[in-house]
């Protein structure tokens, strides 16, 4: 089994580079140097026609898209319990990854990339300012969340996709001016992923500081 991830510092692609690791899977990473553009180059579109990571490349397979690749990934490494296999349990991940990939993750693309919904540049800077409140929004929707769950991890008694991705937003944050350590269920929770040594792996070669928050 022969996996390829493409992947770039500090994106969304985080969530599949750390279930690779944590599932002790064989695979190639290839870093996309998003700020060089390098997912606009030919050679990218012709794996990726939509210019983003992740992909995932299975043998001749080419998969893109979060919620699939994480769902392709478990069918594939079923050793690894990636997600709870069945029942309400596995339903209410999915539930809870579906919402972070297509309203938390959507939100923070208003705030980080406002040029992809207006090219007026003052409307632009309305839009991520706007954006930058819902997303505060949002991220303490998932610090109760996290402060309440009834399991070790946001995804349940195994770290997995629940924990990368609120990792993910809580870092995102600190570039929308948001200090992690005013969320602290999800601080402790991100800290805690990221000192697992698979995840640590990934932190490493992605070259991750995690808390990229600076006061004003
Ligand atoms: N819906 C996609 C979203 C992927 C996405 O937004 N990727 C971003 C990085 S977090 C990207 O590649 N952006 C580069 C660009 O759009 O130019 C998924 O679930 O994989």
């Known amino acids: 089994m022969s996996f390829k991830l493409y992947y770039a510092p500090g994106a969304c692609s985080f969530v599949p580079h750390a279930l690779l690791e944590l599932a002790g899977a064989t695979f190639e990473p290839v870093s996309v140097k998003l700020h060089k553009g390098e997912q606009h180059s030919a050679d990218y579109l012709s794996i990726n026609p939509r210019g983003q990571v992740p992909v995932l490349v299975d043998g001749s397979d080419v998969i893109t898209q979060i919620v699939a690749i994480v769902l392709h ?54 839009v991520k300012a706007f954006a930058v409140g819902k997303y505060r929004e949002l991220l303490d929707e998932i610090e109760v969340k996290v402060a309440h769950k009834a399991t070790p991890w946001l995804t349940g008694e195994r770290p997995g996709v629940l924990d990368a991705y ?6 995102w944050g600190g570039f929308a001016g948001i200090d992690p350590t005013t969320l ?33």
């Open 166 to 171: 609120a990792l993910t937003f809580l870092r």
């Open 73 to 126: 990934l478990d069918q594939r490494l079923p050793e690894a319990g990636l997600l709870p296999k069945a029942g309400l349990e596995r339903t209410r991940v999915l539930e809870t990854l579906v919402w972070m990939n297509n309203t938390v993750h959507p939100t923070f693309t208003h705030v980080f990339m406002p040029q992809k919904f207006t090219d007026n540049a003052e409307a632009q800077a309305a």
């Open 184 to 216: 602290p269920a999800t601080w402790a929770l991100a800290q805690a992923f990221a000192a697992l040594p698979a995840v640590a792996r990934v932190v490493e070669r992605e070259k991750l500081q995690l808390n990229v928050y600076k006061p004003a």
